[in-house]
């Protein structure tokens, strides 16, 4: 077993905390019942279920330090660092790499996607312990993800805003992780059955994660 998989807790839907060392890192924290106070926060896109202040107040100290993008940053107090997609920054020692997140075959409306690439929104690829392990964000499977590098992949499933089971099939074929874990199921959205399915015809391994308080 991938010795990083013992410091990922899946907190539902798309929301993870990570451990590296001493710190605690937060992603996309949503509907949080508790936990320890955040060292580093990320946050993909300005989305409610992915940029909740009520959730970031839980968690937030004023050593946090806040990582996202302008229109997520402006809901937030605090330090906030501001990226857009291709900017690669160090944050308490951890290397950090903003990259794109958007919709090709999913929209709201005609022509009008829910999460458009020129909003600029972001995942995230973390090097924690040697490991790179990507956050896509919401996301389709799009060209950008044949150029990453990575190690653990953290991968949407449900389908309606982002990939469905079968497409995160393919964006696994094409990033080649060691490891894929299902996410934006849980906490009401999307069903854990599709993890499932996820995993019954992924080529790589996955791991389905216990929801946690």
């Given at each position: ?202 080529p790589v391994t996955v791991k389905i994660l216990e929801i946690e308080a």
């Amino acid at each position: 077993m991938n010795p990083l998989l013992q410091h990922i807790h899946w907190l539902g839907h798309d929301s993870f905390r990570l451990e590296s060392g001493d710190l605690q890192i937060y992603i996309d924290p949503y509907q949080l019942t508790g936990g320890p106070a955040a060292d580093l926060i990320l946050i993909t896109h300005e989305h409610r279920d992915h940029c909740s202040p009520e959730d970031v107040a839980k968690i937030q100290t004023d050593a946090t330090i806040i990582v996202t993008i302008a229109a997520a940053a402006s809901q937030l107090r605090g330090e906030i660092q501001i990226v857009r997609p291709g900017d690669k920054l160090t944050v308490k020692g951890l290397p950090i790499e903003a990259v794109p997140a958007y919709n090709l075959t999913k929209f709201r409306a005609p022509g009008q996607p829910f999460h458009p690439k020129e909003a600029g929104h972001v995942g995230f690829i973390i090097t924690i312990e040697g490991q790179r392990l990507y956050h896509t964000g919401d996301v389709d499977v799009i060209p950008e993800m044949a150029t990453f590098e990575v190690d653990i992949a953290l991968l949407p499933v449900s389908g309606t805003y982002v990939m469905t089971a079968e497409e995160a099939v393919e964006a696994a074929k094409i990033l080649h992780p060691k490891v894929a874990i299902p996410m934006h199921v849980g906490r009401g959205i999307g069903g854990l059955e599709m993890a499932e399915q996820f995993r019954q015809n992924a080529p790589v391994t996955v791991k389905i994660l216990e929801i946690e308080a």
